[in-house]
DNA sequence: TTGATTTTGTAGAGCGTTCTCCAATATTGG
DNA sequence: CCAATATTGGAGAACGCTCTACAAAATCAA
């Protein structure tokens, strides 16, 4: 524990001989710089190890510190946003740290806070729960961009993912298939009127949009749930015990397609000739042999590439209008769907 | 945009008609303040809704942020430590930010040199790479807890899961069950020669004091790969293809045995009839139905508060001594493991 | 009482940067 | 060659807090 007193702005200024103001305008690249006087910053700099405080840096300045706000760490489709969000910022001085989220509101609120407390440049929020007005006061405190809620504010950015499409595919998909009896099962949230731009909702709302076009109105069902495991296990048990049940169940997400899988084996039924099952997000399990989960791909590393881009154009070229950047989905095959039993 | 100033120390200590410093004293829970002056302060601080400024209280004093830096976000294993961390927290100021290490040395350290320039008051560094030096060398300038790593060192606290042990139940379930033909799949980092004090090399040392005292020893079968899907799946192509092929893969993570799963199921052979696997972690995923990995579990909750007990011991206790705290696996049988083939 | 001690509150100097002025010097145009 | 302008470097005041040192007031011991 001999902590060795850091090297500072200070000692850079002695040891090339110019001012500590000279110092800091190299660090930041600022203008009024001589090519000579920088070189040599440079190498005092390089020579002494020198690495800036950050801490200090965010008194005046900025902290070089993206905040991004993770409900949930194990979703391995956060993971892929993380992922593209840290390649764009490769190279920049800028790095992320990760808030944990939680699940609800008020701990989101906190974590939200305690990042703006640490002078953060700016926010990245993944699937933010609380509602939008909340959301746009922080944004007048920092630099925001929100991933995966449909709305559209005037004060941050949004990247999304087309919902609307990602479940139109899937009904297409099982439609073309020759199923009917398609069911839908939905993350529900208790509790308070939560907005309805959140990708549950709109993806229930893109079943039901196919479901009509494809004249099969009346065959919506929609279980509300949640997307966990547990929550797509009680759902499909409540979906597999109706009279005339589904032959097909689009699950909202793969975690909750994976309690469907369970259900369905424990009621003796096959997968996918019994019932078929499609997931979203096309999660890393959604792939294991033993699953092979039919699901809805949204491409992560762009939402996280995009993201990244939309954040420091808000902090370095002071953009203020806000954007929504809508990207689409794919469908990923496999084999949880297949023809329904004749 | 229209930022409202902060409101500052300042702020409060005109609206109590005390000093700035008493505030401080206040904020700090320091020695001299009496019960009305107190009050008064907080009233103050609650009217203005007054936030402490983090970055500015880590220019002299803490900035109450703990820095956790994780090599891969998805690992549900480490999420469990998070909770632990997070939990003990709880009610405390400090509050967790996470670092993306990423599965590089460099990447690793460029994070946490990053965490350390944002001046976190303690580093909790999860199964981190780079060799015991540099590890002691930035424990030198931050309280730090290294988890999943055997070393013992007088700079850093460790908590550990007795992989030894963990290994040991593998080994001791299988051969109960009857198996003689055991295989383990390693993970082996190429390159530089790593501490042998990895989880991973544990775990096979493990395996092989396990066999030996089984008598097994000249059944020993390692195979070096790595801990993921992929690596799983080679490893068991390989094993599959010997002559005399084993009876039980005992794959070091569940990640790699979900790969070895495929390949069996690509031999054309049945889990467990043909082939017994045992995983390690008790990943979430472990459990899932149509899985049903056998798997030794940590108790990842239980590690991650005793990190956060250690952690804050160092901080606030001042506690230079260095602790290691090793906790005991347990072993979760799973449909994956049977008696071996006739 | 009186001196000694404890308690309570404040002044003010940092912490390591950024950034606004300003001065000095170099360059240009006519 | 001189004024006008551009370039280069530095002084020094913030930023919002912590913390040492110290003075004033209150309490205690005898």
Same mark, same amino acid.
């Given at each position: 524990?001999?902590?060795?007193?850091r090297?500072t702005i200070?000692d850079?200024a002695?040891k090339?001989?110019v001012?500590? /103001?000279?110092v800091?305008?190299v660090?930041?690249?600022a203008?009024?710089?001589?090519p000579a006087?920088?070189e040599?910053?440079?190498?005092?700099?390089?020579?002494?190890g020198?690495?800036?405080h950050?801490?200090a840096?965010g %008194?005046r300045?900025q902290?070089?510190t993206i905040?991004m706000?993770? =409900?949930d760490i194990?979703?391995p489709?956060?993971?892929?946003?993380?992922?593209?969000?840290?390649?764009?910022l490769?190279?920049t001085?800028?790095?992320v740290?990760?808030?944990p989220?939680g699940?609800?509101?008020?701990?989101?609120a906190h *974590?939200m806070?305690?990042?703006?407390?640490r002078? %953060?440049?700016?926010?990245?929020?993944?699937?933010?729960l609380?509602?939008?007005?909340?959301?746009e006061?922080?944004a007048?405190?920092? =630099?925001m961009v929100?991933?995966?809620?449909h709305?559209?504010?005037?004060?941050y950015d949004a990247v999304v993912?087309?919902?609307?499409?990602?479940?139109?595919?899937?009904?297409? +998909?099982?439609?073309?298939l020759?199923?009917?009896r *398609?069911a839908h099962i939905e993350?529900k949230?208790?509790?308070r009127n +939560?907005p309805?731009t959140?990708?549950?909702?709109?993806?229930?709302?893109?079943?039901?949009?196919?479901?009509?076009?494809?004249?099969?109105g009346?065959?919506?069902?929609?279980?509300?749930s949640?997307?966990s495991?547990?929550?797509?296990?009680l759902?499909a048990r409540e979906?597999?015990?109706?009279a005339v049940?589904?032959? /097909?169940i689009?699950a909202?997400?793969?975690?909750?397609a994976?309690?469907v899988?369970?259900?369905v084996?424990?009621?003796g039924l096959?997968?996918?000739?019994?019932v078929?099952i499609v997931?979203?997000?096309?999660?890393?399990?959604?792939?294991?042999?033993?699953?092979s989960l039919?699901?809805?791909?949204?491409?992560g +590393?762009a939402m996280?590439?995009?993201?990244?881009r939309?954040?420091?154009e808000? *902090?370095?070229?002071k953009?203020?209008r806000?954007?929504?950047?809508?990207?689409s =989905?794919?469908l *990923?095959r496999r084999r949880?769907t297949?023809p329904? =039993?004749?």
């Amino acid at each position: 524990m001999t902590a060795p007193r850091r090297v500072t702005i200070a000692d850079v200024a002695e040891k090339a001989n110019v001012s500590t /103001a000279a110092v800091s305008k190299v660090l930041r690249k600022a203008y009024g710089v001589s090519p000579a006087m920088d070189e040599r910053v440079r190498a005092a700099m390089a020579e002494l190890g020198y690495r800036p405080h950050t801490a200090a840096r965010g %008194m005046r300045g900025q902290t070089y510190t993206i905040g991004m706000m993770l =409900p949930d760490i194990r979703n391995p489709f956060f993971h892929e946003i993380l992922e593209g969000l840290s390649k764009q910022l490769d190279g920049t001085d800028y790095q992320v740290l990760i808030g944990p989220g939680g699940s609800e509101s008020a701990s989101q609120a906190h *974590i939200m806070n305690a990042m703006i407390d640490r002078r %953060m440049d700016a926010l990245i929020l993944v699937a933010p729960l609380g509602n939008r007005r909340d959301l746009e006061e922080t944004a007048k405190s920092v =630099p925001m961009v929100v991933i995966g809620r449909h709305d559209r504010s005037p004060d941050y950015d949004a990247v999304v993912d087309d919902d609307l499409m990602g479940a139109a595919l899937v009904v297409d +998909h099982l439609v073309e298939l020759g199923h009917r009896r *398609i069911a839908h099962i939905e993350h529900k949230i208790t509790g308070r009127n +939560h907005p309805t731009t959140l990708p549950q909702s709109v993806r229930a709302e893109g079943y039901r949009q196919a479901m009509k076009r494809n004249d099969l109105g009346s065959e919506i069902d929609i279980v509300a749930s949640t997307y966990s495991e547990e929550g797509g296990y009680l759902a499909a048990r409540e979906l597999l015990a109706r009279a005339v049940r589904p032959t /097909a169940i689009f699950a909202g997400a793969d975690v909750a397609a994976i309690g469907v899988f369970n259900a369905v084996y424990e009621a003796g039924l096959r997968v996918p000739q019994d019932v078929s099952i499609v997931g979203y997000d096309n999660t890393s399990f959604a792939a294991l042999g033993p699953i092979s989960l039919t699901s809805v791909d949204q491409d992560g +590393h762009a939402m996280g590439t995009n993201a990244a881009r939309l954040v420091l154009e808000r *902090i370095e070229s002071k953009r203020t209008r806000s954007v929504l950047l809508s990207t689409s =989905p794919t469908l *990923i095959r496999r084999r949880s769907t297949a023809p329904p =039993p004749a």
